[in-house]
Every structure is written in C-alpha cells, then in structure tokens.
C-alpha cells in the first residue's frame, strides 16, 4: 500500500535556528515528490517537485533533497513567517492517464518560527 | 486571474440535509479534484474528474456525488449529510507538462462544513 509518513508531527524553532522536515514514502514507483505549504485556513500552495534521487531544489530559505526512501526539507536561518504546516505528497506510477495527477499526503508538520 | 474559486467559505447544516459545494477554475486545466481535510487525518481524495465527462471515486467517496458541469465546473453534493462530514474541503486543478512542470495540483481556499 502506497504511504506517506511525515516528522515530526511539529516543529518549534527560534528564528534563525535551521532544521529539517523529514518525509518517508513507500510507493510502488514514484513518479513524483510533492512539498506543499499550508497557512492556517488557506488551501495548499505549491512549493517543489523532485522526481529523481539525488534531485534538489530550492527556493530562498527552503532546499528540498530526495532518495530512494524519503526526501528532507531543509529550513536554513527561518523566519517568522516561515510558520506553516508543511505537507508531503507522492504520486505513484501505477496510476497512469486520467489518474496520473493523483497523490498521497502525509499528515504533514507544523512548524512554528519565534523571533 | 483568480485561479481555483470555491463557494461557499463556510457553511453550517444540520444532519439530514443537502448541500453542494462549487469550485471553478480558470486555468484551462483538465483535470480537478476534491478533497476533505480532517485534523490527524491529512488531505483525502473524495472523487476526481480527468477530463470533461469523466468523474472516478477516490479514497473517500460514500455519502457523496459529484457532477463535472463543464471544463471549468466541479461540483460535490451532499445529499444527507452526517456529523461524520464535517470537516475542511478542498478543491484542485492539474496541470500538465507546463514549463517542465507537471502534475502540479493547485488548491482552492476551501469550503468549512459543520453538520450538526
């Protein structure tokens, strides 16, 4: 069965204390990885996708890395306003032509920032 | 260019009652989605349409219809609805091969159901 596991459930940072998010994925092949952004009361906002081990992005504070088992959200220096909940998806290469857009969320990981 | 517009924002029912909830896109995706978000049980698929005409359940589907209305419609129906349906909805669209991009899902606001 195709699953998506995220940790830890939340975060506490203070601003400018770096971490990670960790994402585990079993997925009978993967087609592509999803991180998403969630502000309280909002819908999900698209932040990268990874298709390949080894395959990094990055966008200001934030550097996505992906393996063959699971992919990391690396949170260098954060902010305040990077507080959210951070989701993880999959979508697997067993759904294929009008099912290929499907995904799989994990549960997802709070993270607060304090000043 | 106001993406994936849901309506309405918020909506309180009593138990036996029906309801639909809209969601229109003007993105020319293809593809669109709803979803229910419920707190310790992450986003789950209710039903998803591919295309115009199409519509197939996903992970959750009981106790709800859709009707894909055209390219840019996609409506879920409630048409008894439960305690057990309260929860956050959300709609989305695919895209597909776009920038090197794809299959990216782009949300809605959301639609926040009490059914009491």
């Known amino acids: 069965e195709d699953q998506v596991t995220q940790s830890p459930e939340a975060l506490r940072l203070q601003e400018g204390e770096s971490s990670s998010l960790n994402c585990s994925y079993t997925v009978s092949g993967l087609r592509g990885l999803f991180w998403y952004r969630q502000d309280p009361g909002k819908g999900p906002e698209f932040l990268f996708t990874?298709?390949?081990a080894g395959e990094e992005k990055e966008k200001e504070r934030l550097k996505a890395t992906l393996t063959k088992k699971e992919s990391f959200l690396h949170i260098t220096a954060p902010k305040p306003e990077d507080s959210a909940t951070y989701l993880c998806a999959v979508q697997a290469l067993r759904y294929y032509g009008g099912s290929q857009g499907n995904l799989i969320f994990g549960k997802g990981t709070k993270l607060s920032v304090k000043p | 260019n106001a993406g994936v517009t849901q309506t309405p924002k918020f909506q309180v029912l009593k138990t036996g009652q029906s309801m639909t909830l809209q969601c229109a896109q003007d993105m020319n995706h293809n593809s669109m989605y709803w979803y229910r978000q419920d707190p310790g049980m992450g986003l789950r698929l209710i039903y998803y349409?591919?295309?115009?005409?199409?519509?197939d359940k996903g992970e959750v589907p009981n106790g709800y219809n859709v009707s894909r209305l055209n390219k840019r419609e996609f409506s879920l129906r409630l048409e008894s609805a439960a305690p057990s349906q309260t929860s956050v909805y959300f709609c989305a669209t695919v895209d597909r091969f776009e920038g090197g991009r794809r299959n990216i899902q782009y949300f809605g606001a959301g639609t926040r159901l009490s059914v009491l």
């Open positions: 349409s591919a295309s115009e005409g199409t519509t």
């Open positions: 990874l298709y390949s």
